[in-house]
């Protein structure tokens, strides 16, 4: 049976459907919404990744625009870099090919990589030296194909020695001759890659270049060979009748002559001496051109020397009433090494100089020490004068040759202008240096520095007696009384200095001095008078008189006792040597001296002497300047009766000339050195040469000096004084 429906249970049903649909509804809804905010959040979340991958992607293609650019431009520079590469390339080729001498590059198998034409050409016949051939290939076709001279070298070695030079640590430089007359230079490297670079120079050229300056050479050595052996003979053929014209000119002048005669005398001197000076100014200048003036450094006494230049010109100064002044350095050593020779003729010239141009006044020789350097004591040679001086617009070039300070058209002394020149050549070549310091009208100082070692022995130092301790010094000459008394003081002797008579006895009795100082030329008192006076007061108190010549005073010294003479300018050793001397043979202050004393007794045997000389001329000014003197003179005509003398008769001494006939003067005292008895003899050579190499040939020979013509009196008596023997008289004869 139907059962009836309800409508409330409808409705209930109706109300539960609805309410599921609701809740349905509701979580769809919230399913829906949750949805969508987890899409939202999403679509969010992408935005965002869009705009920064929008960005990022901005950003790229902003690169890749700028990449692009930068892409083109490299491009760009490496299409100019390649360019330039190719057109550096093309250079080098270019300049490879256009060089003269042959370029080749190997790798480090020694294969050929590249070579120019000049290195290729040397190769032409043979066309396997191309790129790709091996070096010792090369140097197989240098050998065995006969295209390198080996000079008697065999092939194999010779490839094996040239393959070594690759394989040392340095390639040296190798030179190749080739048959066809062609010569180079190998100069091969090792690049740091291995390769090696070799460079064929070239030198047939600059090799007969070198053969022709050689050649070249070899003709000037023998024309100057030429040129000095005909100045020497000139020399000698000047010299030898200039020794004539000279000695008998001194001779002459030795005699009884009037005005008029002496001053043709005296011009005929000078002339012949002036001539003399010119000739060895002409030889110097000669040798130092040629390159050939050597130095031959010895000991010496500087202080020695210096007084020899003064002593020689001091008849020159005297004759003008010019002082010659030495300030040597008390504290500066005497005994040094230069070469002496060198050293006098820079000090003669300048001291020469200085006299010729000065008309009134003095001239001073200073000598200073001023330190001490790696190569000796630095010593300061100045010569100061009172002459004419030098304008500044001349002093620059005083020192060049064949000038003169004054113009030609108005000059009035005579010269070659090579004095200076020479002088200072001489000097630089002993390491020193040279200068001037003038004032037109006033005077002129030219300064040597020079370093000098010190010799292995020195000279002790020169002391006065201790008996003296006070001395009085009489001189009007500013200068040189002004050294001496710096001396004495220096020895500790208390000295007091007078200009004039009246002064130097009121002091000598108020100060009563051991020693007295006596200037024989005052200029406003005579000495004679002076010394009278003076030995009222002091009757035995030593004296010494300084002179410009000892011979003025002669006289006057062997009227005086307990006097000595001193020649002008005065050396400290000499006087403290002649006060010893004074000193030992003086009585004791207030006795008389004892007359039975006299000096030690000496041989008056005559001096053998033998000349040995070919010029007629020459032989009688010898004997004419040597007739005063007690000799036994024997003459020789050539060298061959010099032995035979010698053979028969020994002499005592031996001048001997050069150049003789029959035998010449270095043989015959090589055959007198021979002979018993003959290394004995001392022979003094006599010749016309002046230069040093010729000197030097005849010292060789076994001479003992030398001695340079024209003869002067004062030099020949000063060697037979050095080399006569012991105890033989050699005064002048009695008149």
Not at 211 to 216: F, H, M, P, Y
Request: charged residues 25%; hydrophobic residues 45%.
């Amino acid at each position: 049976m139907t059962v009836p429906v309800r409508f409330a249970d409808l409705l209930t049903k109706e109300r539960r459907a609805r309410l599921r649909a609701e809740r349905l509804y509701e979580q769809l809804r919230q399913e829906l919404k949750a949805a969508n905010e987890q899409l939202r959040g999403h679509a969010f979340a992408l935005s965002e990744q869009i705009m920064v991958q929008r960005h990022e992607l901005d950003m790229v293609r902003k690169h890749a625009v700028a990449l692009k650019d930068v892409n083109e431009k490299a491009a760009q520079d490496l299409q100019v870099a390649n360019s330039e590469v190719d057109l550096a390339n093309l250079r080098l080729r270019e300049a490879i090919e256009t060089m003269p001498d042959g370029f080749a590059v190997f790798n480090s198998d020694q294969c050929l990589v590249m070579a120019n034409q000049a290195y290729l050409g040397v190769f032409h016949d043979f066309p396997e030296v191309e790129h790709g051939i091996r070096y010792q290939r090369i140097l197989e076709i240098c050998a065995y194909e006969g295209l390198v001279l080996l000079e008697g070298e065999d092939p194999e070695i010779w490839v094996d020695t040239m393959l070594a030079r690759w394989a040392g640590k340095h390639i040296s430089p190798r030179e190749l001759h080739f048959t066809n007359g062609m010569s180079v230079r190998l100069m091969d490297r090792r690049v740091p890659n291995g390769d090696y670079v070799s460079l064929v120079r070239n030198i047939t050229e600059a090799l007969r270049y070198q053969a022709e300056l050689i050649e070249a050479q070899e003709r000037a050595e023998a024309a100057a060979q030429a040129k000095s052996a005909f100045l020497a003979n000139m020399s000698h053929e000047i010299r030898t009748p200039m020794n004539g014209v000279v000695g008998m000119a001194d001779l002459l002048a030795e005699t009884h002559l009037d005005s008029e005669q002496r001053m043709f005398t005296d011009t005929i001197r000078s002339s012949g001496q002036a001539l003399v000076t010119i000739i060895n100014d002409i030889l110097d200048f000669s040798k130092m051109d040629a390159g050939r003036m050597e130095l031959h450094p010895e000991p010496f006494d500087l202080e020695k020397t210096i007084h020899e230049v003064l002593t020689l010109l001091a008849p020159s100064a005297r004759a003008k009433g010019i002082e010659l002044i030495l300030d040597y350095d008390m504290f500066l050593a005497r005994n040094l090494v230069a070469d002496p020779g060198r050293l006098r003729q820079v000090l003669t010239n300048l001291v020469g100089n200085a006299v010729k141009f000065t008309d009134t006044g003095y001239v001073l020789v200073r000598a200073v020490g001023v330190g001490v350097s790696a190569e000796g004591h630095v010593v300061h040679l100045t010569v100061e004068d009172t002459g004419i001086g030098i304008a500044p617009e001349n002093q620059e070039h005083v020192f060049a040759e064949f000038r003169q300070v004054e113009e030609a058209a108005n000059r009035r002394f005579e010269g070659t202008g090579l004095g200076l020149a020479i002088t200072r050549r001489i000097i630089s070549l002993m390491g020193g240096k040279m200068w001037v310091e003038s004032e037109l009208g006033v005077g002129s100082c030219f300064g040597v520095s020079l370093a000098l070692p010190g010799a292995d022995v020195q000279a002790a130092p020169s002391a006065l007696p201790k008996r003296i301790a006070r001395a009085l010094l009489v001189s009007d000459h500013l200068i040189s009384r002004g050294i001496i008394e710096r001396q004495l003081h220096a020895a500790q002797v208390k000295t007091m200095t007078a200009t004039q008579a009246q002064t130097a006895t009121k002091l000598a009795r108020q100060f009563a001095p051991d020693l007295v100082v006596l200037d024989h030329d005052l200029s406003e008192a005579d000495a004679v008078t002076v010394l009278a006076a003076l030995r009222q007061v002091l009757p035995t108190c030593p004296v010494v008189l300084l002179c410009a010549s000892v011979a003025d005073a002669t006289q006057l010294a062997a009227q005086n006792t307990n006097l000595a003479t001193l020649s002008k300018p005065l050396l400290w050793r000499d006087l403290c040597s002649v006060l010893e001397r004074l000193n030992d043979h003086a009585p004791p202050l207030g006795e008389p001296p004892d007359k039975t004393k006299g000096p030690p007794a000496v041989s008056h045997r005559k001096l053998r002497v033998l000349y040995a000389e070919d010029n007629a001329t020459n032989r009688l000014v010898f004997g004419k300047m040597v007739r005063d003197l007690p000799l036994d003179l024997t003459y020789a005509e050539n060298g061959r009766e010099a032995v035979e003398c010698v053979m028969h008769s020994p002499p005592d001494l031996i001048f001997m000339d050069i150049s003789m006939p029959e035998m010449d003067g270095r043989e015959a005292t090589r055959r007198i050195r021979q002979l018993k008895g003959g290394q004995d003899i001392p022979i003094i050579a006599l010749t016309a040469h002046a230069l040093r190499d010729e000197i030097d040939k005849i010292m060789a020979a076994g001479m003992n000096a030398t001695l340079t013509k024209p003869l002067r009196k004062a030099v020949l008596l000063d060697a037979l004084q050095t080399h006569a023997p012991q105890g033989v008289a050699l005064s002048a004869k009695p008149e």
